[in-house]
């Protein structure tokens, strides 16, 4: 038995959605005749009560294109020091929007309005002009951890009080949502763009999409087009984004059961030293004892699981679609046994 728990990436279609995308009505994207990219962007902002959306080949296309519509050159963009738009972008924000980043120092991931004010440089000619912060939710190297709709909304007042955007990379988002038990139509209204993942744990094969007012997405449209983002018949894979939006979110309850499970495990063996706080389905636990990260992940991969150490000290896990319970059982059995 291989269980895959290296990301909510290496998730494969399911045949209902498989099924979905032989029979999806389709058309050129770029014309903006893809019925069903239409339909999955209508379906999209609907949910979040926002006025429109725009469908992505990737979260990171999302993300860089929203920092490219929502700056200038020169910008400084504010966010947490483990941020993807950051960490995992090759270095995108400079690339493709030419600005530069102020990093925040937050608590897996999360930084407070408190921080952010901080952050905002003062009106000086001196000074590289602030205009927009990126939050993330779920906070991936803060172990899937989530923001409180409170915590949003009081950074959301320092921004505008500085007149400064507020963009949510929320390519767990979903997760964070099922765990709270909290609706889209919450988060709309606190941002001035979101940017959620298809391609994690709902299960599709690719694509994100990016969701904000009508006249910020006219914008990132043609954003999107710069960075040979316009697909044609796209509409075959944003018909995988339907079917997952329609029948695959409510079951992201069970990865986090998942994950409460093996981090419950983890914290019985000696060779842990500590688990981050698990909230959705990821799971980053600190290594102890004779072997590295890197060692006990190369045993954890002789029993046929397969995680990432995602630093000299750490490995992290990431439950998913294709994780069955008896796979997590076979999990638990090794990790009491490693
Ligand atoms: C995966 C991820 C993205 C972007 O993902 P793509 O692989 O480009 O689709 C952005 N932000 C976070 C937090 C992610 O985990």
């Known amino acids: 038995m291989i269980v895959d728990l290296r990301s909510d990436t290496f998730t494969r279609p399911t045949p209902g959605m498989l099924e979905a995308m032989m029979k999806a009505p389709v058309g050129d994207d770029v014309f903006g005749e893809d019925p069903s990219v239409n339909k999955l962007e209508s379906m999209a902002a609907g949910l979040f009560g926002m006025e429109a959306a725009l469908y992505c080949p990737t979260g990171t296309m999302s993300n860089q294109i929203a920092i490219k519509v929502h700056t200038q050159p020169g910008d400084e963009v504010i966010c947490d020091k483990t ?33 952010v004010l901080q952050g905002i440089n003062p009106d000086d000619v001196h000074k590289a002009r602030t205009s927009l912060v990126c939050l993330e939710n779920t906070a991936n190297r803060g172990g899937g951890s989530c923001y409180t709709p409170d915590a949003i909304r009081a950074i959301r007042q320092v921004c505008d009080e500085y007149q400064l955007k507020l963009h949510l990379d929320g390519a767990r988002l979903f997760n964070a949502l099922v765990a709270r038990k909290e609706s889209p139509a919450l988060y709309g209204p606190l941002f001035h763009s ?78 842990v030293a500590s688990v981050l706080p698990v909230e959705t389905n990821i799971v980053i636990f600190e290594v102890t004892g004779t072997r590295t990260a890197a060692e006990l992940s190369a045993a954890l991969k ?37």
């Open 83 to 115: 941020a993807h738009v950051y960490q995992y972008e090759g270095g995108g924000i400079a690339f493709n929007a030419g600005a530069q980043v102020r990093l925040l120092d937050g608590d897996h991931g999360r930084v407070t309005a408190g921080q």
């Open 194 to 271: 979101i940017s959620v993942c298809l391609n994690k744990g709902l299960g599709c094969p690719i694509g994100s999409i990016l969701i904000g007012p009508k006249e910020f997405i006219k914008r990132a449209r043609r954003v999107r087009k710069v960075f040979g983002g316009g697909m044609r018949q796209a509409g075959f894979m944003a018909a995988a984004g339907i079917y997952a939006l329609e029948n695959q979110v409510e079951r992201l309850a069970e990865d986090h059961h998942h994950a409460r499970l093996i981090a419950d495990k983890l914290k019985q063996t000696p060779y």
């Open 302 to 338: 002789d029993k046929g699981i397969l995680a990432i150490a995602i630093s000299p000290t750490q490995i992290r896990m990431v439950l998913h679609l294709d994780v069955s319970k008896a796979m997590v059982d076979h999990v638990l059995q090794v990790i009491a046994e490693l």
